[in-house]
């Protein structure tokens, strides 16, 4: 029979191990939150099948609903977005409503891009707004994150590398 270390699974599904770990709880394994902690090939497959169907859902989700946000999410995708960096498309904007944020351009997801929605605001490089001129697009890897009042954002270390698409 065939072990599998936790590490090689989550590099292989781009996830973390606490992730994994979650989902093997919720398949009735208990295992250590140990990136050498092996599993047999039939939790390795469960797994892996588990990932790819809360992937399938949330293309599905993309598909039917265009208003699509982070908080019509389950928990578990909820986790799945927070634990998976992506690469995203965002552009540069001014807002209608400048109260409460920084400086007078922002950085947006651009739309079709579930569940990362215009509407929410991408904490990255301020060079993104400073550097190019408004309305430019760029690619850029990110997260989703919740804050502890439960509003989403998105997050893009400001030391990463970004792309510009359409300037």
Same mark, same amino acid.
Not at 38 to 46: A, G, N, P, V
Not at 53 to 77: A, G, H, R, T
Not at 105 to 118: A, D, L, Y
């Given at each position: 029979?065939?072990?599998?270390?936790?590490? /090689?699974?989550?590099? +292989? &599904?781009?996830? =973390? @191990?606490?992730?994994? *770990?979650?989902?093997? %709880?919720?398949?009735?394994?208990?295992?250590?939150?140990?990136?050498?902690? /092996?599993?047999?090939? +039939? &939790?390795?497959? =469960? @797994?892996?099948?588990? *990932?790819?169907?809360? %992937?399938?859902?949330?293309?599905?989700?993309?598909?039917?609903?265009?208003?699509?946000?982070?908080?019509? &999410?389950?928990?578990?995708?909820?986790?799945?977005?927070?634990?998976?960096?992506?690469?995203?498309?965002?552009?540069?904007?001014?807002?209608?409503?400048?109260?409460?944020?920084?400086?007078?351009?922002?950085?947006?997801?651009?739309?079709?891009?579930?569940?990362?929605?215009?509407?929410?605001?991408?904490?990255?490089?301020?060079?993104?707004?400073?550097?190019?001129?408004?309305?430019?697009?760029?690619?850029?890897?990110?997260?989703?994150?919740?804050?502890?009042?439960?509003?989403?954002?998105?997050?893009?270390?400001?030391?990463?590398?970004?792309?510009?698409?359409?300037?």
């Amino acid at each position: 029979m065939s072990n599998y270390r936790l590490s /090689k699974l989550a590099r +292989e &599904l781009d996830s =973390k @191990i606490a992730t994994i *770990v979650h989902y093997a %709880e919720e398949l009735g394994y208990q295992i250590d939150c140990n990136p050498n902690t /092996k599993i047999d090939k +039939e &939790l390795y497959e =469960k @797994i892996v099948e588990k *990932v790819d169907s809360i %992937e399938q859902d949330n293309c599905s989700k993309v598909n039917n609903d265009e208003e699509f946000s982070p908080e019509n &999410l389950s928990s578990e995708e909820v986790l799945n977005y927070k634990n998976r960096y992506t690469e995203i498309i965002v552009e540069s904007f001014i807002p209608d409503d400048l109260n409460a944020r920084h400086g007078e351009i922002h950085i947006r997801p651009v739309k079709g891009q579930s569940p990362f929605n215009p509407n929410l605001f991408v904490a990255c490089s301020k060079s993104l707004s400073s550097d190019y001129p408004i309305g430019t697009k760029f690619q850029i890897k990110a997260k989703l994150v919740q804050r502890k009042d439960g509003a989403f954002y998105i997050y893009s270390n400001y030391t990463w590398r970004h792309e510009v698409i359409d300037e």
